[in-house]
């Protein structure tokens, strides 16, 4: 199995603030990698897809980045909804895989 | 818009099957795409467990694989999960979720709310 190495596993941050979460597969993955966002109340919802790939309705401040091995989330300027978990997921190989979550909290 | 509601037991005894539906609304589950199933652990870690394709096959985590059954009622627009034989480790927070693809892209795209379920006598 790919296994997800996601960091950090929490991240205190501010209001307004850019951040990055990153993600790092045990081997290449051609890119095929998403990004999930959990709300407090365990609702989940897609943020990006393919790596880049804004899912519709999503704010224009996420944005997703990497190759090969290694992939990122970014925040350009967090606002108050955007404190929540989010996780990482490859599909490029069966057992799709996640990582282990970062929890953005307020600082 | 596409809704999905997951239902079922919230406490199951150990080594007794955990039973759990997923009603879609909005979508006709025979229509595309595939229809998973995935848990979230406390702890938060997360594992898919498998899904069912609109042609009714279907594909399972390994590591659950003697244990799983997933399937569907397309009369009710619904689909099911099956564990057997579980254990207090199978204590998590279960979603279904549809799976959007084309062109390289492979991604749940709704989710259910979630249910948890807890194993214990």
């Known amino acids: 199995d790919i296994q997800m190495t996601q960091t950090p596993s929490s991240m205190p941050a501010s209001l307004g603030e850019r951040v990055t979460i990153s993600c790092r597969a045990s081997q290449g993955i051609s890119n095929y990698l998403n990004w999930y966002q959990q709300k407090p109340d365990g609702t989940i919802k897609p943020l990006i897809y393919?790596?880049?790939n804004l899912q519709s309705g999503v704010p224009s401040r996420f944005s997703g980045s990497g190759s090969g091995t290694d992939y990122s989330l970014t925040i350009s300027s967090l606002e108050p909804e955007d404190f929540a978990m989010y996780y990482c997921?490859?599909?490029?190989?069966?057992?799709?895989?996640f990582g282990s979550g970062t929890k953005l909290e307020i600082k | 818009e596409i809704q999905l509601q997951e239902s079922g037991p919230g406490l199951v005894k150990p080594s007794q099957s955990l039973s759990l539906t997923c009603s879609v609304t909005?979508?006709?589950?025979?229509?595309?795409?595939?229809w998973s199933w995935i848990r979230k652990f406390p702890g938060n870690k997360m594992e898919w467990m498998g899904y069912i394709s609109y042609s009714g096959s279907t594909n399972y985590n390994p590591s659950l694989k003697s244990r799983i059954s997933i399937t569907r009622d397309t009369s009710k627009n619904q689909f099911f999960l099956q564990l057997n034989s579980v254990t207090t480790e199978d204590t998590a927070t279960y979603y279904c979720a549809r799976v959007r693809y084309y062109s390289g892209y492979w991604y749940f795209d709704f989710w259910g709310p979630g249910t948890m379920v807890t194993v214990s006598s």
């Open positions: 997921q490859q599909y490029d190989s069966s057992p799709l895989t």
């Open positions: 393919y790596t880049s």
């Open positions: 909005g979508y006709t589950i025979t229509s595309g795409y595939d």
